[in-house]
């Protein structure tokens, strides 16, 4: 479609972003998105994934009651397509049409009473957000008037995923009670969560009163001649590299910089998630600096181990999955096993992890893992019905 420009998905980020510290905004990103591929509306969920609970949660403009009876009358299995998207590879639209046929969706009970009376058609769902106690949905549905969703459609929606994942896991952990509409730096100390703000170069230009006890600790983060740093020497080039990426424009930092796990072997699990602070936007009220690093500690917060390696060092998730295996100590043959491929398909993803991850051995891929640690040990958790799309 003509609407998905670069400058589109550029403008598009920059509002994503800007919701990390002003969540009311969600509304009209997500009108947005639907205006952009020709849907008919589009929600997006943060929900637990215990007890289904969401943390945020918006839609463009919709029928309200139609959205109540879809939320309450139908379980997570009844929604075609809605478990291929939770149980598939974050960042990976999935089109309803792609797990099934046109005739077999509409012999769904969901379709015939739900989505055709609305005159819908399907739905694509990516999965922006996965950690050990929540799971993100971006939902996009189109209408009975217009053509399948697209694959240029998809990857428009591939593309703001990363970028949806870093807003709403920096904004899940801010007080935004306490974060004044001007958005002056002196609200940051009253901020309970630890934020450096830094140069391109990752030269500490403020950090709050949270960040600085951390920062007099050495650990997780630490400064060196006034650029920050961290322990682990690969997790602090990819922070430097996000925080690089982040003083361009906001499309080229993509996934670097979410969910870096920045501790120590033998500290206390920490995350860094890295903001883009760019010039037209809320967030310019942070400059001149050019990135806001949020320190997490939540232990359950931690990023899936898939998640870690595909953004440290741009893996597939794949390739990410049989990291974790090799990385483990498991043979080959184990490891095609248990994830039930053919032994030359692993030695081909083998291949791939050694040259991305500048090793030669399976004895440097679990010194690896065993540097990168927390969170590495983390397990997926079950999926869970979210507030969903057709």
């Known amino acids: 479609m003509g609407g998905l420009t670069s400058e589109v998905l550029s403008s598009t980020i920059g509002e994503i972003y800007d919701c990390a510290l002003n969540p009311a905004g969600w509304t009209d990103v997500l009108t947005r998105i639907t205006q952009t591929i020709d849907a008919a509306y589009t929600t997006i ?63 769904t009970p969901f379709f015939q009473n739900w989505a ?33 969703i697209t694959v240029e459609e998809q990857r428009f929606l591939a593309l703001l995923s990363p970028h949806l994942r870093r807003a709403s896991l920096i904004g899940d952990l801010l007080d935004h009670a306490r974060v004044v509409a001007s958005l002056y730096r002196e609200a940051l100390d009253n901020l309970a969560v630890p934020i450096v ?135 080959p043959s184990k490891s095609a096993l248990s994830l039930g491929i053919s032994e030359s398909t692993l030695k081909t993803h083998l291949r791939r992890i050694f040259a991305k991850t500048g090793t030669a051995r399976q004895a440097d891929l679990v010194k690896l893992v065993a540097n990168i640690g927390t969170p590495l040990a983390a397990s997926v958790p079950p999926a869970h019905k979210l507030a969903p799309s057709v």
């Open 197 to 331: 703000l830094t140069g391109a170069d990752g030269t500490i230009l403020y950090a709050n009163a949270s960040a600085e006890v951390m920062l007099s600790a050495k650990s997780p983060i630490l400064s060196r001649n006034g650029v920050l740093h961290v322990q682990n020497a690969v997790v602090g080039r990819a922070l430097l590299d996000a925080i690089a990426g982040a003083s361009n424009a906001d499309t080229s930092l993509g996934a670097r910089g979410i969910g870096l796990p920045i501790s120590g072997i033998d500290q206390a699990p920490a995350v860094a998630y890295v903001l883009p602070l760019t010039d037209g936007t809320a967030r310019a009220a942070f400059r001149p600096a050019c990135a806001a690093i949020f320190i997490s500690t939540t232990t359950s917060a931690s990023p899936l181990p898939e998640a870690v390696l595909t953004t440290l060092f741009n893996l597939t998730p794949a390739e990410a999955r049989v990291l974790l295996r090799i990385g483990s100590g498991l043979t």
């Open 45 to 107: 969920a943060l929900a637990s994934a215990t007890d289904n609970r969401g943390r945020f949660a918006a839609q463009s403009p919709w029928d309200p009651a139609q959205m109540r009876t879809l939320q309450e009358d139908y379980d997570f299995d009844q929604i075609p397509g809605l478990k291929a998207a939770v149980d598939g590879d974050i960042d990976r639209p999935l089109t309803t049409l792609s797990t099934m046929s046109e005739a077999e969706l509409e012999q």
């Open 116 to 148: 055709r009376p609305q005159g819908l058609r399907e739905g694509c769902m990516t999965k922006f957000v996965h950690t050990a106690d929540r799971i993100g949905l971006l939902g996009c549905t189109i209408g009975m008037n217009r053509g399948i």
